[in-house]
């Protein structure tokens, strides 16, 4: 029960986001329902699947844990450090700067790191597809901007290093926090002493 709901949320949260890099289905629905009417559908549909990511997933852990390998423990060690510069990666996608302008997508490039890095400390079913589904779509996305005319993100002004100094900073803020506090208490899985 619980892999069929993570199943349902993954498939709205990466099926709206998949509609983004579609840009003739996109403008229709935009044409449809107005920039202002998109923006609120693709939020609710965007929450709508995290809830049931969520939901799906505490389920599945509770009542159906399906083990499909078994990682080394260093895997565990070898995420943990890394996913500290995929966090900056994805903050410097939002305070951009010389970061921005040598990986263009920081985003897709920490999504993508962060996947792959939990894919390799997990070895469950449900996180095989949770963590393989972000990743295959976080590839096709890349793939797509590079195929498409217009820039696909918002203007946000490119600084320089203070900028690349910022998202450093307010990364290592936001990776303790996620280590410390989100992961134990939201996840309900220790990264930190595990």
């Known amino acids: ?116 890095l939990h894919l390799m400390s997990n070895g469950d079913l449900g996180s095989i597809i949770l963590f393989g589904s972000v990743l295959a779509w976080a590839v096709y996305d890349r793939i797509s901007l590079k195929r498409r005319e217009d820039p696909g993100a918002p203007p946000i002004p490119v600084g320089g290093v203070g900028n690349d100094l910022i998202a450093v900073a307010v990364g290592v803020v936001v990776y303790a926090a996620l280590a410390f506090a989100f992961h134990p208490l939201v996840i309900g899985v220790p990264v930190i002493g595990a």
Do not use: C, D, Q
């Open 1 to 116: 029960m619980g892999l069929l709901i993570l199943i349902a949320g993954l498939a709205l949260f990466l099926g709206v986001h998949t509609l983004t890099t579609l840009r003739g289905p996109r403008a229709a629905v935009i044409a449809k329902l107005g920039e202002g009417g998109y923006k609120i559908l693709y939020t609710v549909v965007s929450f709508a699947g995290l809830a049931l990511i969520a939901w799906g997933f505490s389920i599945y852990r509770a009542t159906g844990w399906i083990n499909v390998w078994y990682p080394p423990v260093a895997m565990r060690h070898i995420a943990l450090s890394l996913m500290l510069p995929a966090v900056i990666l994805v903050v410097a996608s939002y305070v951009r700067g010389n970061i921005y302008l040598k990986l263009k997508h920081p985003m897709l490039a920490g999504v993508k790191l962060w996947a792959v």
